[in-house]
């Protein structure tokens, strides 16, 4: 995957083992809510295969260089990062 759709994607990070499990494009799923289960894909269970809990989601927002106001400098959504914890 290239920088450009890591920026433009929604990232499952395992903050326990420090581990990004998957990066799914924009629009390729919904976003969860802290204290939902995800099942996520991997090379296998070592690789972060397995349930999960959501336990924080972050909001990255980068400068939209091409929209700039008075006052303020508009943003648009750069990617989405939610932490889970493992539960099986």
Known sequence: MDND??????EFYDDFNKL???FVPFGGTTV?????LVYLPGQGT???????????VEYHFLPDGTKEQRDFRAAQLGKI????ERIS
């Open 81 to 84: 990062m939610i932490h889970v």
């Open 5 to 10: 759709a890591l920026y433009r994607s929604v």
């Open 32 to 36: 969860p809510r802290i204290g939902e």
């Open 46 to 56: 070592r690789d972060g295969s397995g349930a999960y809990r959501v336990v924080r």
């Open 20 to 22: 990004t499990i998957n």
